[in-house]
Every structure is written in C-alpha cells, then in structure tokens.
C-alpha cells in the first residue's frame, strides 16, 4: 500500500485528524480522510468524513464517558485500520504550537524532547500540554512509532533579532523572553502556493492575515517571516475569540493591585473571557456577531477590524511597503465583511477591492479579490495546516532512511 501519515492536531477536549497518502513516495500527500473526536472527557463523539466530504465512520459516547487523550488515539487507531488495510497506526505528524529556540524545524520525537518541550507549557498553556497529550501516549504504548514535531514557531526563527527582542535587561531575554510568533504552519502553507498565485507576491512584500479564533498577521518578505503580531505567547497581537490580544502591561499591574487579580485569575481573563466575546459579552464566533443588531457586537466587530488595520499598517512598514495581502484561516477565508472592511482601511496601502469577487464563492485553491489594477493585490488562500504537516513528516522519515 502507498506509505502514509496520520496528522493529529489534540486540544483540550478534541481531536483532529488527517490521514494522507504519498502514492508517488515524492509527491505531494493526498488526503484520504479526516475527522475529529470531540467532546473528551465529557459527551465524546467521533466523526470521519472521506476527502470527498461524505460521512464514513460516526459514533457517540455517553455523557460523562471518561474518554480522554489516551483512549480516544485507542479508539481513532482501530478505526484507522479498515481504511488503511493493515493492522498498524502509520507514522504520526503532530501539530505542536511551541518549539521554543531549539527547534527551528521538524524533529522526530523522543521522550526527553516531549519533556523539554514540556518546559514551554507556560507560554502556550491553551495549547502545549494538549498537543504533547496523544504523543505521550503513543510513546508509552507504540515507542516503535515514527512521530514527528512540527513547530508553530518554526516558521519565524528566522527573523532578525531586532524584530525578535523586547526592551528588557539581559537576565531577563536570556531565559528566553522574546518574540517567537505563532500559526507559522499556516503561514509557511502560503508562502509554499504563493508563487503559484502572484509571482510578484512570492518575491515581494506580502502581509498575510491569518483570522480565525486566534488570529495573528504575518510580514513576509519573499515568502519568508519578517515580523508577526504574536509574540512571547499566543495571546499577544490581535483581538481574538476569547484573548485580548496586545494588552498595556500596566493594565496586568492594576488587575494586581486594584482589583486583587492573581496569576491564574488574570491568565483566564485574558485567555478565556476576552476578545471578542468579552468585548460583546455575546459570542466568540464573528457569524454570531455579524448577524447580531446588539451594541456590543457591532462594536466588537469595529474593534477586531481596527486592531488588524493598524497591524497591518505596522508589518507594512518592518516591509518597507506592500505588493499583496492576504487572507486566511475561518474569518479571513468566509467573513467577506470582514475582509471588505480591511481592504477599504487599507487604500492607502494600493489596494483596491473588487466587491464582485470578495462576494464570490470560494475556490479551493484561493482567488483574487482585488481590482486587475489595484496596485497591491489582495487574495483568499484557504491555509492548509495539516498538508504541511504531512509534507514535514514525509520528508524528514524520507531523508532519515
């Protein structure tokens, strides 16, 4: 059977998952199927759907069921082995959201590295410790198994100092205090189809908005990370969902002092209870808020949209211009309002929308949305995570054989 790679992405309570087949052995990964398990730990249901989006595998737990990390990859395992025709889990790529200074690249996994990425806990703790969950669990029961890291962070290692440093003493930056940036999977997709694209784009100054629940914006300058609005950790930046995004440090200081806040009072404040659904008090889905007459939730929507205009305005200077931008992720790529908001604030920059074609439906590759003359183009490219993770997992077991 054609080799393949079983793509996992595990956050608190779910798990997504791709499995992807590399008929040619050095082309491009072809998905099979994908799903999730949801609901861990509390009314878990599974869900399969084939590349063609119909419905293969369904199943539903009790409400309270203890199905956890370790048994729903036991569970997705013996699902996997009619699709697959053998009675083996194939190698697994993992999306991980930090690989601190460390891991610039892809690396296959060991014990000791889960518990040093264990130590970045802190700075991602929505996301670490639950990507790190099912690779744990592999390592205890299947240690035979080819699993690979594929890094959030990686994308950005490559910026300049400059653009990495806080203003802070030297005991302090080095313990590792600085800018790592996020969503690098989904930017470093981008600039893989840019070229094929906008060829001005791809050699040019682009910035890329990744908008969905976390939402950050990326500067690339040739298809390579020169600045990003996520930082320390993956809360800085943009509002988002539920986090604050860049917040005055002082404000932390007078949540301390004024309102008796303690670390983790603040942590679930600004991770969980911000964004836009605190700043609404209604939802965190920008469909909901779109669709709503409420006050809050037009001025939740104002304030997401003026935050990305002045970021971008931001990563168009660390570029020194701009030739195109972006959109991606779940708001960037069905938000077409979002989107019309954005390309007007941005005028100045040379782009000119094109409402036809920002309304149009979407195409899977992505499509224009700017005039055939505007001076920076503007598009929708569909981001692709677990493709790249697929690639990432392929080459390095390839270049390891």
């Given at each position: 059977m ?95 959201v ?99 694209l ?13 908008l969905g ?5 990326c ?13 320390f ?83 168009a ?41 920002n309304?149009a ?38 270049s390891?054989?």
């Amino acid at each position: 059977m054609s080799e393949a790679i079983l793509v996992v992405n595990a956050g608190s309570s779910s798990i997504k998952f791709s499995l992807f087949l590399d008929r040619d052995r050095d082309g491009e990964p072809e998905l099979l199927l994908g799903g999730q398990l949801e609901g861990l730990y509390t009314a878990p249901r599974f869900i399969a759907r084939d590349a063609a989006g119909t419905l293969i595998g369904e199943q539903r737990w009790a409400e309270g069921e203890a199905l956890g990390h370790d048994g729903a990859i036991t569970y997705l395992s013996g699902f996997l082995r009619e699709p697959l025709g053998e009675h083996r889990l194939p190698p697994v790529g993992h999306r991980v959201v930090h690989g601190g200074l460390h891991y610039g690249a892809p690396v296959r996994m060991t014990p000791a590295i889960v518990e040093e990425l264990a130590e970045f806990i802190p700075l991602a703790p929505l996301h670490q410790p639950h990507n790190l969950a099912p690779i744990r669990s592999l390592l205890a029961h299947r240690p035979d198994l080819p699993q690979v890291a594929c890094f959030d962070t990686a994308f950005h290692r490559g910026q300049s100092e400059v653009a990495q440093a806080f203003a802070l003493p030297p005991e302090i930056t080095k313990r590792g205090v600085r800018r790592y940036g996020f969503h690098g999977l989904s930017y470093e997709y981008i600039a893989s189809v840019l070229p094929g694209l906008d060829v001005r784009a791809a050699q040019g100054r682009t910035v890329v908005l990744h908008l969905g629940n976390g939402a950050s914006a990326c500067a690339l300058n040739a298809c390579k990370s020169v600045a990003s609005t996520l930082g320390f950790t993956a809360v800085d930046g943009l509002p988002m969902g539920t986090r604050c995004g860049n917040l005055d440090p002082g404000v932390m200081l007078y949540l301390m002092d004024e309102l008796k806040m303690d670390a983790r009072a603040i942590e679930k404040l600004i991770y969980r209870q911000s964004g836009l659904l605190g700043v609404s008090g209604i939802s965190s889905d920008m469909r909901t808020l779109l669709n709503s007459d409420e006050p809050r939730a037009r001025f939740a929507v104002e304030l997401f949209v003026y935050r990305i205009t002045r970021e971008l305005g931001s990563l168009a200077a660390a570029l020194g211009g701009l030739d195109a931008l972006v959109f991606t992720a779940g708001i960037g790529e069905h938000a077409a309002p979002i989107r019309e908001r954005v390309c007007q604030a941005a005028a100045w920059l040379g782009v000119v929308l094109d409402p036809a074609a920002n309304a149009a439906a979407s195409a899977p590759s992505g499509w224009r949305i700017s005039t055939a003359d505007s001076p920076a183009s503007a598009w929708v490219i569909p981001t692709n995570e677990e493709l790249m993770i697929a690639r990432h997992t392929l080459h390095l077991l390839n270049s390891a054989t």
